[in-house]
């Protein structure tokens, strides 16, 4: 105990109502029991909404003041409609291009959703692939692909001679038993980009993920997510967990990385900057070139833009605010006998040690509704080595090429309901929820066996538990 502790104590009497105390605490802090009070709010009391409509993902938080209702409705406009070729009569949305992969976040991000590998045959669109050479960039970050830059853009602007192609996938399947004999598929993707001039770069494909409470995710203390991490697994229970340090162009210093899949983006703001300029050739104030890279440069620079930059600040924190101002959406049948033995089993096996259930924000500058909520995202923000299978062998900052961010699992239940289908994980590879654990590797080994020695019975307890998500 410590001394000072010691010396206040005037007696055993006391020891006791300490000990009582402390118990408590423990108890409260993971009620084994079942439901906990106010756990259908994912998103804080004051962030959630409960909707499970095929538009779930895309409310505001509630209580927005009638100058950020505005904000939310203007940035949600420009977050739908499509930006168009410079020149152009519609001035505010001109400038695509010269080569992107969208017109619009929401050609990715469906209903503020995520995206999909393509269907067989068609042009990969809400599932990007990041490129990249061996080397790090002035700040440690990927190191451009030559005349290509850190993105794959399979569209381009007309007066471009070319794009720089799309990428072919295929699968095959990988059949398995679980110890009680049931058996199982898992479809493992394979890429090759159809551009012969990029061959030994370095690549990986990323779905666009959900992009609601990504403003709880910022007012969470960096502290807090360093808290979690365990980098030399002190402890002892095989997960370790570390976070990941990037480039924030914005303040031009190393911040604690929140976004994406590797955990490559510092901020809302810097995500949505960087969308703009990588995924559909805007430029803003944050990143003023376009994107272009080497002979692109040369052959493309002189084109026709949409302004410098291309979206006003005015309007770019229009789309900045409503992307953090999204509200999470409530779970259901959180009382149900079965959600509940599904999150218990979840905690039991280990689930949530990187899917942690529980945290707080801190202050948010914007908005007071995201500022010191008890959220339920269950995910701790950190990279975690996730084994062979899952590896797309590109490093990110100082996130190795099997090392991905735990994925905040709220809204997931909603999956099919908003964007009609379940497909998961950072490509999508997996065709549900069963499969997505199946995946699991690496320091997730250990309880990925676990769930699979589980019984049928408390296997779908736990998938009927994400679904209530
Ligand atoms: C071409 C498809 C595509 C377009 C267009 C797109 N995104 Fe994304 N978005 C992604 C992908 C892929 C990621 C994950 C990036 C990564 O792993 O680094 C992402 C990540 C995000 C995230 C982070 C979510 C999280 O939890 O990590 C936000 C927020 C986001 N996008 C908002 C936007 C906004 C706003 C726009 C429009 C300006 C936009 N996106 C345009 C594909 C897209
Ligand atoms: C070691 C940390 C860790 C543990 C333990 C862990 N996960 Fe994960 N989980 C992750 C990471 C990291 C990903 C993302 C992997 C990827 O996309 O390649 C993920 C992805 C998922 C996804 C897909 C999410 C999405 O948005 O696509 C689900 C569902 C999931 N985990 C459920 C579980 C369940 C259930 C368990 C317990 C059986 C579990 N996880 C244990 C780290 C973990
Ligand atoms: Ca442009
Ligand atoms: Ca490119
Ligand atoms: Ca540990």
């Known amino acids: 105990m410590h001394p000072s502790v010691k010396h206040i104590l005037p007696g055993a009497a006391v020891m006791a109502a300490l000990l009582v105390f402390f118990m408590s605490c423990n108890k409260h802090s993971y009620n084994k029991e079942g439901y906990e009070p106010n756990e259908e709010y994912s998103g804080g009391q004051e962030a959630t909404v409960f909707d499970e409509s095929v538009n779930a993902f895309g409310n505001a938080v509630p209580g927005l003041s009638l100058e950020e209702n505005s904000d939310f409705v203007v940035g949600n406009s420009f977050n739908r409609n499509p930006w168009v070729t410079a020149p152009s009569s519609t001035v505010a949305r001109d400038g695509l291009g010269p080569f992107f992969n969208a017109v619009s976040c929401a050609s990715c991000h469906g209903k503020d959703g995520r995206g999909a590998p393509p269907e067989f045959g068609e042009p990969a669109v809400s599932l990007l692939m990041k490129l990249s050479v061996n080397g790090t960039d002035a700040h440690g970050g990927p190191k451009p692909a030559d005349n290509f830059g850190t993105q794959l853009n399979p569209f381009s602007i007309q007066g471009v001679g070319e794009s720089e192609g799309n990428v072919n996938i295929s699968y095959y399947e990988m059949p398995g038993t679980y110890p009680d004999g049931t058996p199982y598929s898992l479809r493992v993707p394979v890429y090759s980009l159809q551009n012969p001039a990029l061959s030994g770069v370095m690549t990986s494909p990323r779905v666009a993920p959900y992009m609601g409470g990504t403003g709880l995710i910022d007012a969470l203390p960096a502290a807090l997510i360093e808290s979690f991490a365990d980098p030399s697994d002190a402890n002892g229970d095989g997960i370790s967990g570390r976070p990941n340090y990037v480039w924030d162009e914005s303040t031009q210093s190393m911040r604690l990385g929140r976004f994406g899949w590797k955990a490559g983006a510092p901020s809302v703001k810097i995500q949505v900057a960087a969308a703009f300029r990588n995924d559909i050739g805007i430029t803003s104030s944050i990143f003023p070139t376009e994107n272009l890279y080497g002979t692109q440069l040369t052959q493309y620079g002189a084109l026709p833009n949409g302004g410098s930059p291309e979206i006003g ?112 994980l950072h490509d999508g590879r997996a065709r549900g929820y069963e499969e997505a654990i199946l995946w699991h590797g690496g320091e997730a080994e250990k309880i990925k066996n676990a769930f699979m020695d589980l019984s049928k019975d408390k296997r779908s307890a736990i998938i009927t538990f994400l679904r209530s998500l």
């Open 313 to 424: 600040d005015d309007v770019f924190a229009t789309v900045a605010f409503y992307t953090a101002a999204l509200a999470v959406p409530g779970r259901r049948n959180v009382r149900d006998a079965e959600v509940l033995k599904g999150k218990q089993l979840f905690n039991d096996i280990g689930c949530a040690k990187c899917h942690i259930g529980r945290m707080q924000t801190g202050t948010h500058p914007l908005l007071s509704q995201l500022s010191n909520q008890v959220i339920r995202p269950y995910s701790d923000f950190l990279l975690h080595d996730m084994g062979e299978g899952l590896s797309d062998n590109r490093p990110e900052y100082s996130a190795t090429g099997r090392e991905w961010r735990t994925p905040p699992l709220w809204g997931i239940g909603l999956l099919q309901t908003v964007n009609n289908h379940t497909y998961l």
